[in-house]
């Protein structure tokens, strides 16, 4: 069983599973889907083989390997101006995810030491919520290039141009020391680190 954080689970492991059981169509895949304190919870409990998230674990006895790195950009409704100087992004709503959320803690520190701090927040519990509160005018969010590519190729969301230089953020597999890997699992996570 492997833990996936939100955007991966939902955004970037379907095409790669899809690819491996075209590969090894006996193969079976448990995925459960939880924010990155849930996912880091679940392996230190034994609960599954690894995890997948999207932010540094801070717990001190599992093994942390970077993934990939994962592209952040600002976005905000199509009809939102294209440029924003960094009072204009200070004085923004900000469509933020929840505490314990790896997505919140990277935009946390890709953003405040140009903001110090967001002047107004509205706080969501899940990438899909913010991704609908950001077309509808409601804010800015800053979320992972790979949850928004529909929107933007759709014209819902435009990336908007700031002097902020560009974000990103590590993902990272997580491992209990004393879990046994199954092969399948080894398969599984050989085709997820490709």
């Known amino acids: 069983m492997l833990a996936a954080s939100t955007t991966i689970g939902n955004y970037l492991l379907p095409a790669r599973i899809a690819e491996l059981l075209r590969q090894a169509p006996q193969a079976e895949v448990?995925?459960?889907?939880?924010n990155s304190a849930g996912v880091v919870a679940a392996v230190q409990r034994l609960d599954v083989d690894a995890g997948l998230i999207e932010g540094p674990c801070h717990e001190r006895g599992l093994q942390m390997t970077p993934w990939q790195q994962d592209p952040l950009v600002i976005v905000a409704a199509a009809n939102a101006p294209a440029r924003w100087t960094l009072d204009e992004l200070r004085r923004a709503r900000?469509?933020?995810r929840e505490p314990g959320s790896g997505t919140r803690e990277a935009v946390e520190q890709a953003l405040l030491?140009?903001?110090?701090?967001?002047?107004k927040t509205l706080q969501l519990g899940n990438t899909e919520a913010i991704k609908q509160a950001a077309i509808a005018g409601l804010g800015l969010a800053c979320l992972s290039r790979?949850?928004?590519e529909e929107s933007l190729t759709l014209g819902r969301l435009r990336v908007l141009e700031t002097p902020l230089p560009a974000l990103q953020r590590t993902l990272w597999l997580?491992?209990?020391?004393?879990?046994?890997?199954?092969?399948g699992l080894q398969a599984l996570l050989g085709q997820v680190a490709s």
Do not use: S
């Not at 030491?113 to 002047?119: E, I, Q, S, V």
């Open 30 to 34: 448990d995925l459960r889907i939880d």
């Open 94 to 96: 900000w469509l933020l």
């Open 113 to 119: 030491p140009h903001l110090h701090g967001f002047a």
């Open 146 to 148: 790979h949850a928004l």
């Open 174 to 183: 997580v491992r209990h020391p004393g879990k046994q890997w199954l092969p």
